[in-house]
Structures are given as structure tokens and as C-alpha cells.
């Protein structure tokens, strides 16, 4: 009787496949079986679908930070980066705990089991093919049979459990031949590199029509600053321009000459011809330079003259020189005898 590892899948035109990938699993089985783990997810689940129509793969893993080794996420984004750009690639990254010196994943062989039971469920392909030795799975692949699909094990021997081994209907055992001309080449390593450094546009710069948001703001941003700085200079400009003062008017001026022609420079450096257009006339603050007391040749105005009252025509009585002086006791005495006062002063 054959075992399961030498059995051939079986090959039909309508067999429906989906591949599943622990790759945490993969990847140090990879580094030890093979030395190296860049390998081409799309050719490496083809060869394993065997002429299959291949659904979808699911590639499991989690996200790496070290504070000590900051370049262990770096390389990681870049291969993140290439297994985005895969089609009919999905990318499932679960957490991590550390615990002493050690990380311990969480959360992705519970993911990996939840999408395998839930695609048979769903009646998405006709055979699982699992890329994991790892005896955690095999309860999840139970219950695939028993809706009655296919389960197939792809691994190493050296990581192979009993209890996958058991459950499933094929078991393929990775030897070094078989990932020859799965490698990546340095062209497409050097492409996988410059698609990983390549920016990014965020959901929240991105539009649906596809106008970058994060752009056209920082654009924006830009004319308006640069229209703020301009009215500023502007402002500037205006008030820091020096004021024409008019000269003071010389000696000649104040004898009445004709005034001489002022000259400006104004602020961009040309001269410009002026002619004050107010004369300075003579008064209370100028001094006068004849006998009329005018400053410039013209006669200083004179003031209006006063209006006469009625009463002021009126000639006021005369005192003669006979008249009482003020304060004697006989004025006293008709003031106090008009007043209604008696007087004892004789």
C-alpha cells in the first residue's frame, strides 16, 4: 500500500485550490534546509497546485520590531512589500509578546485555522494546501475532511509532526531540489528593493478620483504664504518709505523772491521737480522785512474794525475838577441817603 508522501495529487481541470503559508515556519525552515528565503510565492504555490486552477493564497506571519535590531523591520517591509505586490496574495500579520529573550507569536495559527475552516465552509476551493508541519493545525484540518474537501501537508521532514501527518490526505516533503528555479534573481531583488522605498500615499491624501490631497494642501499652503509675505512686503514698503520734508524757507523766501524750485529724490532713486504750492505769510512767528511788516511783498492784513455801541455816542459826563473826590464823607452821605439810611456823621 502506498504511503501518503509518494502519492500524486490528484489532477482535475475544475479542482479548485488555495494555499495556505505559515511563514514564520516557512522561513526558518527555509534558512536551514536551503541557506537562504527569498523565494517566489507565486511560482512556489503554482508548482504546488500541480496544474490546478490555484484560488487565492494566504500568508501568515507577523510584524517585526526590534529595538535592539532595527533593521530586522526594515527588511521585513521590503519583503511585505513584494508579497503586496503579488497578485491573489493575502497578507494576515498577527502580534507578538516578549517574553524574556524570547518573541512569541500570537494570534496567526488561529487565523491560519479560522480561514481554513471558513473558506470549506464557504465552498471556496476543493483542496487545502498547508505549508506547515506544525501539530496545532491538525484539529483545523479534521474539520476540513469533514465537510469533504481535500487536505494536503507541504514541509520538511525534519519539521513534520505525526499528528499532520496523520490528518492529512497528501503529505509533500520539501527536499533542496525541489525549490530550484523558485529563487528570486538579483534583477527581481533589485526591483522587490525599489518598490519597498518607493513613497506611499495615505487613505487620507488619496481621493477616489485619485487627486493626492497631501499635494494639492501643500500647495495651497505654499501660494498663500507666499501672497502673505507679499502684502507684508508690500506694507513694508509703504510705511518705510522716507517722507519728502519741504526745506525751510531761506532768506531770500521771507524778502518776497520768488521761491526756488524744490527737488525730490523719490524712493526708486529718480529725481523729481517740485513747486511748493503754499507761501508762507507773515505773522505773529515771522519776521518782518519792512517797514510794513510783511515777509513776503504783501501787505499784512488788517483787522475789521470795531462796531460802535449806542451807548458809547453817548458822551460821558465830565468831572470837574470841583467834583468830590472818591471816598469823601460827602459822597458817602448821598449814597447812604439814596440807599434809604440814616446817617449819624454830620
Not at 51 to 78: A, F, T, W
Not at 150 to 179: C, G, I, Q, W
Not at 246 to 253: H, L, N
Not at 263 to 283: A, H, I, N, Y
Request: charged share 25%; aromatic share 6%; hydrophobic share 30%.
Amino acid at each position: 500500500m502506498p504511503s501518503k508522501s509518494s502519492k500524486q495529487s490528484t489532477v482535475r481541470d475544475d479542482d479548485r485550490v488555495m494555499v495556505f503559508i505559515d511563514g514564520s515556519n516557512l522561513y526558518h525552515v527555509l534558512t536551514q534546509g536551503c541557506g537562504r528565503h527569498d523565494l517566489q510565492f507565486d511560482k512556489f504555490a503554482l508548482k504546488l497546485a500541480n496544474g490546478r486552477k490555484l484560488q487565492r493564497i494566504y500568508y501568515y506571519n507577523i510584524r517585526q520590531e526590534s529595538d535592539s535590531n532595527p533593521n530586522m523591520g526594515v527588511e521585513q517591509q521590503k519583503f511585505l512589500a513584494s508579497m503586496y505586490d503579488t497578485p491573489y496574495v493575502e497578507v494576515r500579520l498577527g502580534i507578538w509578546k516578549q517574553r524574556g529573550d524570547v518573541m512569541i507569536e500570537k494570534g496567526v495559527d488561529v487565523m491560519l485555522a479560522t480561514d481554513l475552516v471558513t473558506n470549506a465552509y464557504n465552498d471556496h476551493y476543493d483542496t487545502a494546501i498547508v505549508v506547515s508541519g506544525d501539530s496545532d493545525f491538525y484539529p483545523a484540518l479534521q474539520a476540513v475532511k469533514d465537510v469533504g474537501k481535500h487536505v494536503e501537508v507541504a514541509a520538511f521532514d525534519m519539521n513534520l509532526s505525526a499528528e499532520s501527518s496523520r490528518t492529512a490526505d497528501v503529505v509533500v516533503k520539501f527536499t533542496k531540489t525541489f525549490f530550484t528555479g523558485l529563487w528570486m534573481t538579483r534583477a527581481q531583488a533589485r526591483s522587490r528593493s525599489a518598490a519597498s522605498s518607493r513613497p506611499e500615499v495615505t487613505d487620507e491624501a488619496a481621493s477616489p478620483n485619485g487627486e493626492d490631497k497631501g499635494a494639492t494642501k501643500a500647495a495651497t499652503a505654499r501660494r498663500s504664504s507666499t501672497r502673505r509675505t507679499s502684502a507684508a512686503g508690500t506694507k513694508i514698503r509703504k510705511t518705510t518709505t522716507p517722507r519728502a520734508r519741504k526745506p525751510a524757507a531761506s532768506k531770500s523766501e521771507e524778502a518776497g523772491a520768488t521761491p526756488a524750485v524744490e527737488e525730490t529724490k523719490t524712493s526708486s532713486g529718480s529725481s523729481m521737480r517740485r513747486t511748493p504750492t503754499r507761501r508762507r505769510v507773515g505773522g505773529a512767528g515771522s519776521t518782518p522785512a519792512n517797514g510794513n511788516g510783511t515777509g513776503n511783498g504783501r501787505s499784512a492784513p488788517k483787522p475789521p474794525p470795531l462796531r460802535k455801541s449806542s451807548s458809547t455816542t453817548e458822551e460821558a459826563p465830565k468831572e470837574t475838577s470841583d467834583a468830590e473826590p472818591v471816598g469823601s464823607p460827602t459822597r458817602r452821605r448821598n449814597w447812604r441817603g439814596r440807599l434809604g439810611l440814616s446817617s449819624d456823621e454830620e
